[in-house]
């Protein structure tokens, strides 16, 4: 007769680890999407590398000596015409945007040719990008220049945003319906007569984490190769050590959160009942992101978001890529993470076993706290 033995913490911790990546990885509609998010990346990457590598032109047509003034711009796609009239009806034709003529009666003190000596026929306002490349613009000194470009500063905010928006709310959303499925269905009572509750609920953070951890180390190589690809590895030197923090820091903050989401999923006992529950951690996850959209450039708004262990993940790296954080910095914020983090997980253990086997109404969060 063959005596069954519990597995250990440890090896019980992967069994339900390993179930929960086979369940996610056996769903196509995980696999997919999964799938959209990388060529969305890739695709976001190589098309702004070749956009920024070939900007679109101004197109114009000009006439006489005006011609050298606008083959000189080199945001310009000229047209030459025999005579005003041909260049005004290329612009009502809608042919060109613009038309730049030499002006009747040109001033003494004016060269040929020169950019004074043109003026500008557009159909119905002002052409600015036209008027902008023509105008003789003054010094500009600066007196604390920025370090990075403002445009790629917000994209930088927006990508840091939106992954991490994406993958907490994905796979806190999947382990909150996995905990209330296994509820309905009383599975986890059978569950429970294999494996302890902290067990159970350590082996879905850990597989839900490897799956989120696994597809943020893709998105980072696939930047990578991206941003190789299309030439733009100077950004790649500004931004790659901002990534490998990102990486670090979502590796625990997701922990966090994803013993948030199954705590409070434990309190229910239909999946329809799994959004009012859990919208408290949606929020903690959605703060973030709205966050370092609107003050990315605000240095008040990211100090304090790169302490909060919730938005640590997104204001942590997004400091490191402006240059304004410390070196030391960015271990504090990950020290005050991990504290935070074992703290939720031991609450959040407490919650998940006393709200586990009580079905039907909504356990109260006091009574789950409950020893």
Not at 77 to 93: F, G, H, I, N, W
Not at 165 to 192: H, P
Not at 288 to 308: E, H, T
Request: charge should be neutral; glycine fraction near 8%.
């Amino acid at each position: 007769m063959t005596k069954y033995t519990t597995p250990g913490v440890i090896p019980a911790t992967w069994l339900v680890a390993d179930r929960e990546i086979r369940m996610r990885l056996r769903s196509k509609a995980f696999l997919i999407s999964t799938g959209i998010l990388m060529l969305l990346v890739l695709a976001s990457i190589v098309v702004g590398g070749l956009v920024g590598a070939n900007p679109s032109k101004t197109s114009v047509a000009a006439v006489g000596n005006a011609v050298s003034v606008a083959r000189g711009i080199p945001s310009f796609d000229v047209t030459e015409a025999d005579s005003t009239q041909a260049a005004e009806k290329l612009v009502r034709d809608g042919k060109v945007d613009a038309a730049i003529v030499p002006v009747e009666e040109v001033d003494p003190g004016f060269t040929p040719g020169a950019p004074q000596a043109v003026k500008v026929i557009a159909l119905d306002s002002p052409p600015v990008s036209v008027i902008g490349a023509l105008s003789v613009a003054p010094e500009v000194q600066l007196l604390k220049p920025a370090d990075q470009n403002a445009g790629i500063v917000y994209l930088v905010a927006v990508g840091f945003g939106l992954i991490f928006f994406v993958s907490a709310i994905t796979f806190g959303s999947t382990i909150a319906q996995s905990v209330v499925e296994e509820k309905q269905t009383r599975i986890v009572e059978i569950l429970m007569s294999t494996v302890p509750v902290r067990v159970l609920l350590a082996g879905k953070i850990v597989g839900n984490s490897v799956l989120a951890f696994g597809q943020i180390i893709v998105i980072g190589l696939l930047a990578g190769v991206g941003l190789l690809a299309t030439g733009q590895d100077i950004l790649l030197a500004d931004i790659g050590p901002s990534i490998a923090w990102f990486v670090i820091f979502f590796a625990f903050g997701f922990v966090l959160l994803a013993a948030l989401y199954a705590a409070t999923a434990a309190l229910v006992s239909r999946q329809e009942d799994v959004g009012s529950v859990t919208s408290p951690v949606m929020m903690l996850v959605m703060i973030p992101y709205f966050l370092v959209i609107f003050f990315n450039d605000n240095a008040l708004v990211l100090g304090i978001m790169s302490y909060v262990p919730f938005s640590a993940p997104v204001g942590m790296p997004m400091r490191v890529f402006l240059g304004t954080a410390q070196w030391w910095e960015p271990l504090l914020s990950l020290a005050i993470l991990l504290a935070t983090t074992a703290l939720v997980v031991g609450i959040g253990s407490r919650v998940y076993a006393n709200g586990l086997l009580r079905t039907g109404a909504r356990v109260k969060l006091k009574d789950a706290l409950a020893r």
